[in-house]
């Protein structure tokens, strides 16, 4: 019986994991310089952690979860973010504890059962960082700066930062109030959900991609004018902070994001050679999110990067590094020289040199071939002669220059030879 994968999942393989393995290692290496500290937490959680954190009105937790009964009785969700969770085990690990900014990230598989189509899967993973424990303007522009910074060291282009401001608990109602009464206004032209949800998440509106109601969104009030003294002013030092830090930016006033925790600050970063699903990255403030939980009041800021879509924009051409090629391959001709070829490349690799051979004494042509695939800088020939001798031909790929080396000499010190091989 031939088994398929489930639909909106996907096995990333060699060729391919390469990618994903630099993505992360030069993540751990931006986010280690500006001190966030990963953190892991399970993939599944009780489901009232989800509904109540992300919002029982967003389409997340009533059409996408992943959530089952356990052989307990208990209601189980593979989480669809990270956010949550992170708050969560901020809360009970009571990493508050001494008060100050905890900063944390983590890489992982989210599960959101939607509609698979290029670049939306019901698997996918996410990079995700939270800031917890201030809420000074410059932890959103330094956040914001940090992923801006790690996109450009991947060599991202054609990528576009959108801020906008959500406004607190100060100034929401009255905007929301705002909103409902435009709403209604022109309620028999607004599309079906966006009349089922006007008043109980109003500010979806702005961001419905129906396009009656996007033309509708047009007219709406703007979130960033409507905002209350205080938050106008942090919004004004987010954007200054940025422009000092030359990060450009543009304002949508239509970025509501879709999870209910955002308050102040919401942010995308989009880019222009992804299609409809077009947003890398998305994030803001959430400053009520670790009280809902029952932590302690805990202003927070974060984002989380689509990392299937991330790495759908690098470019292997631009960054040939990203495949690691092994610095030698051995030729083994014969028993006996398969058999030294074992002891030899268990050498070679404790020295730290990345060594692949032929296999069951495969004719030196195709063996060649595979060494060629590989990529390997080096070729080793080693037949019965070589071995009698402990002579052997070692060939520079790179320019075909074929050189005699002693198997004494390789064995003494493989990284010099492999570097200037005389
Ligand atoms: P989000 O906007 O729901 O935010 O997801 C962040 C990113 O995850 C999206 O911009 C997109 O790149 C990627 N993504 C989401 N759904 C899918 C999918 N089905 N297939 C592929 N990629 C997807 C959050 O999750 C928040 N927790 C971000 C955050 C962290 N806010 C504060 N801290």
């Not at 959680?45 to 109540?52: A, N, Q």
């Not at 598989?109 to 201030?134: C, D, K, L, N, T």
């Not at 299609?275 to 994030?283: N, R, Y």
């Not at 631009?318 to 391959?329: G, H």
């Amino acid at each position: 019986m031939k088994i398929k994968k489930v639909r909106g999942v996907k096995d990333i393989l060699p060729g391919e994991i390469e990618k994903w393995q630099w993505v992360e290692s030069i993540t751990h290496s931006v986010f280690s310089n500006y001190g966030f500290k990963e953190i892991r937490v399970p993939i599944f959680e009780y489901t009232k952690l989800f509904s109540r954190g992300i919002g029982e009105t967003t389409d997340i937790v009533e059409k996408e979860m992943y959530t089952f009964e356990d052989k307990g009785g208990e209601m189980i969700t593979l989480r669809p973010e990270g956010t949550a969770s992170v708050a969560r085990a901020y809360v009970e690990n009571k990493l508050y504890n001494p008060p100050s900014l905890t900063k944390l990230y983590y890489i992982g598989p989210m599960f959101r059962y939607e509609r698979p189509q290029a670049g939306r899967f019901r698997q996918f993973y996410q990079i995700g960082v939270e800031a917890m424990g201030s809420q000074s303007p410059s932890v959103d522009a330094e956040v914001i700066c940090m992923v801006s910074e790690l996109l450009k060291r991947l060599g991202l282009k054609n990528t576009e930062l959108q801020i906008n401001s959500l406004g607190c608990p100060e100034c929401r109602p009255q905007y929301r109030e705002l909103l409902k009464k435009s709403g209604r206004e022109k309620f028999e032209e607004l599309c079906n959900n966006c009349q089922q949800r006007l008043d109980r998440n109003p500010l979806r509106l702005l961001d419905c991609k129906v396009e009656t109601c996007s033309e509708i969104a047009q007219e709406l009030p703007k979130t960033a004018e409507h905002l209350c003294e205080k938050c106008d002013q942090e919004f004004s030092l987010v954007k200054e902070l940025l422009t000092s830090a030359n990060t450009d930016f543009t304002i949508n006033f239509k970025l509501v994001r879709g999870l209910d925790y955002y308050s102040k600050t919401a942010f995308e970063i989009v880019s222009s050679d992804l299609g409809a699903q077009s947003a890398v990255c998305g994030g803001g403030r959430y400053d009520q999110l670790v009280e809902e939980f029952d932590g302690p009041a805990t202003p927070c800021f974060g984002f989380a990067i689509g990392l299937d879509r991330l790495v759908s924009l690098i470019s292997t051409d631009d960054n040939p590094e990203i495949f690691r090629k092994p610095d030698l391959f051995i030729v083994a001709l014969g028993e006996a020289a398969e058999k030294e070829t074992f002891k030899i490349t268990q050498n070679l690799r404790k020295q730290g040199v990345s060594v692949d051979r032929g296999y069951e004494s495969t004719s030196m042509k195709s063996q060649m071939r595979k060494a060629d695939k590989s990529g390997a800088a080096f070729v080793l020939i080693l037949g019965e002669n070589e071995l009698n001798s402990r002579t052997c031909p070692l060939k520079n790929m790179s320019d075909g220059e074929q050189k005699d080396i002693s198997l004494e000499t390789l064995l003494a010190d493989a990284k010099s030879v492999l570097i200037s091989p005389t």
